[in-house]
């Protein structure tokens, strides 16, 4: 900010920075094909006086993302546009119309048909087909008084992590899986701002965290700003953003919040990834990670770069003070 540049402008132009350059494959055109083959771009800006919130969801056609949500947040009286009402939204903006497919993008989709369709994102099919076939596939049918079947489909949302495989997913230096950014300004004056083409394969029509207020990022004015990474449609269910804000609202330092929020997600799905940036309004920053490498990256003005912070991993925190 030291060309004086408005928060705004600063969160924005961080996200299209990433967008353009297709930070990690999973920010920007190019890459995550969903179901159909298609790319499809969630973004969010969010500014604190006034609590305005911009986003889009679903977007394609349209490669600016993070530009379409300010629009949304600057031209309209709503807070989300999805789909091909945001492509038409953005057209009447002057947005360049410009495919978010590419052959890359392409690629990744063919590969996976070959592959029957695996990974992807379906559940308690019948015959568990998902799990070894491409669809149309035919969903289960619990009848009315069958509680053990309700209790073994809820079983199977909820398996806790001794249950299954240890994972851990590696966020390399270029990118996070979502680009959350946070801005405090000279005055104390908070922005936030997301970006993302979600995870690869998602069902047609997903619509994921990081374009929710509360959820991707969230700032509250004289209290803080957060920004979320990770496995978005888990953290869409308990906003850990606005979470986080909330305890740093209370005297909470940023690391703490950062954690308490992950631990409440953890209590109850503790084998989901995730990871968060948090800052107070004093401009003390804090994160934490859960299941997952996270780094984040900070500039104050005055600083001749930018510095790297690697977060340590939540779980094995936690597992080293057990074992003292």
Known sequence: MRDNKHRLDVVQAMCRYCEEKQCDGSVGYGSHPDTDGHVTLDAMVMDGPG??????GALY???NAIGVARA???HTRHSLLVGSGAKRFA???GFEKKSTETSASTGQFLDWMDKRCQPNFYINMQGNAQQWSCGPYTPNQPSANSLEQILSIVATDLTVAEDKPEETRDVAVSGHDTIAAITLDA???LACATTT??????VAGRVGDSPIAGSGCYVEEGAGGAGATGDGDVMLRFLPSFHAVQLMK???SPTEACEQALKKIGHVYPDFSGGMVCVNKQGEIGAASHNMNFQYTTATLGDEDPTVVHVPNLLSAMELLEAH
């Open 51 to 56: 609590v305005r919130v911009g986003s889009v």
């Open 61 to 63: 056609g349209v490669r």
């Open 72 to 74: 949304v947040m600057e």
């Open 91 to 93: 057209r009447m903006m």
């Open 187 to 189: 005055e104390g004056h």
């Open 197 to 202: 083409n979600g995870p690869g394969h998602k």
């Open 250 to 252: 209370h005297g909470a």
